[in-house]
């Protein structure tokens, strides 16, 4: 999963077709969603095994995806600027 904010420097379609190119999933996070429901239909309850945070996102945002990843998996974060 790469989740980027809404925020961000990117186009709304860069993000969609840099995942693509990777063979991740693009997710905006835009609002806090239901978390469980999307970990339910995204993974089947699984969990994400790597979560990408791009941009800054909420303190709600960030709990909400580092509750989303499995077991064993990673969560990378990049600012859009340093």
């Given amino acids: 999963?790469?989740?980027i904010n809404d925020s961000s420097d990117l186009t709304p379609s860069q993000p969609?077709?840099?995942?693509?190119?990777?063979?991740a999933v693009y997710h905006s996070v835009q609002d806090a969603p239901d978390w469980?429901?999307?970990?339910?239909?995204m993974t089947g309850g699984s969990g994400f095994?790597?979560?990408i945070?791009?941009?800054t996102l909420?303190?709600?945002l960030f709990e909400g995806?580092?509750?989303?990843?499995?077991?064993?998996g990673v969560m990378a974060i990049s600012p859009m600027s340093p």
């Fill in 36 to 41: 469980d429901v999307l970990v339910q239909e």
């Fill in 58 to 60: 909420s303190p709600e």
């Fill in 53 to 55: 945070l791009v941009g």
């Fill in 16 to 23: 969609e077709k840099m995942a693509e190119a990777r063979g």
């Fill in 49 to 51: 095994d790597d979560v």
């Fill in 65 to 72: 995806l580092a509750k989303s990843i499995a077991k064993g």
């Fill in 1 to 3: 999963m790469v989740a």
